[in-house]
């Protein structure tokens, strides 16, 4: 085993949240521990499809195909569900306290130009122009011990606020085993004074969670305000240090902000396991 390459442990885990090996019909499918280690190799290099190597990983062509229609189908967002919930089944997923930041990811020359889609800022691209080049902004809810749990894409110049709601309400957390509603807000929320406006204050009281937001200069001081816990506000950015150890995270190759969420997913997914 390789470098980057799964763990028998981690294949245990994984194996039974894929789609089944053999189809229903047809030509039989190329073994899925030896496709999903190709994935990771592109994932963590940050290389073309056609530089995967063959002696090593097999063809490109099929790394590329299960990678797109998986992404097509939704398996690596269920798969990062599926793990999220094992985690939150057996009470390794921390409720007590989130966090939220976003972080701008250049986008390589690469990804503009696709096809059907507005040249700058498009819903299928998320891309934005500036005097730097074409950006896009990840924006991150992670949970308390610094994890991902859901994911939101916007144009790089977009304020961090644009998908806040986004992030609040996608990311619940069905139950792996029992029935019962799946859970989706936490106790507290921690962000940075990019957050500080009184529209979000007040959405989270109506919803029942502690804002831990530092005002700004302009702003009139909280009475109150938790320091101790603002202060694990690093996890989230040692969260995104951890996700841009992947090339294909660091700079968005992807022209499309689905593929480019995909390879996020995958990420993540190592993450979880």
């Known amino acids: 085993m390789s470098r980057g390459e799964l763990t028998d442990a981690q294949w245990e885990r994984l194996a039974g949240l894929l789609p089944p090996q053999q189809p229903a019909r047809g030509r039989p499918n190329k073994d899925h521990r030896e496709v999903l280690n190709g994935i990771l190799w592109v994932l963590r290099t940050g290389a073309p499809w056609r530089d995967v190597p063959r002696e090593q990983f097999g063809s490109w062509k099929t790394l590329s195909s299960r990678f797109y229609r998986w992404q097509e189908a939704g398996i690596w ?77 916007t144009a790089g110049q977009r304020h961090e606020t644009q998908a806040f709601e986004a992030l609040m309400t996608g990311g619940s957390v069905p139950r792996a085993h029992s029935p019962g509603a799946p859970r989706r807000l936490p106790d507290a929320l921690v962000g940075d004074k990019g957050y500080s406006y009184n529209t979000l204050r007040v959405w989270c009281r109506e919803h029942g969670v502690q804002a831990i937001i530092p005002t700004r200069s302009n702003q009139p001081r909280q009475r109150t305000f938790r320091r101790a816990a603002y202060r694990k506000r690093c996890r989230v950015e040692c969260l995104f240090n951890r996700l841009k150890q992947n090339r294909r995270v660091a700079t968005r190759y992807e022209k499309r902000a689905a593929n480019y969420l995909a390879m996020v997913h995958i990420a993540s997914i190592r993450l979880w396991l």
Not at 135 to 151: N, Y
């Open 77 to 153: 967002a269920r798969v990062l569900r599926q793990l999220q919930a094992e985690a939150h089944e057996d009470g390794h997923l921390d409720w007590a306290l989130h966090f939220m930041d976003a972080s701008v990811i250049r986008a390589h020359q690469h990804a503009a130009g696709a096809r059907g889609t507005p040249s700058k800022g498009g819903k299928l691209k998320r891309l934005a122009a500036a005097r730097g080049g074409f950006s896009t902004k990840l924006h991150v809810r992670a949970e308390g011990e610094g994890r991902p749990l859901v994911f939101a894409l």
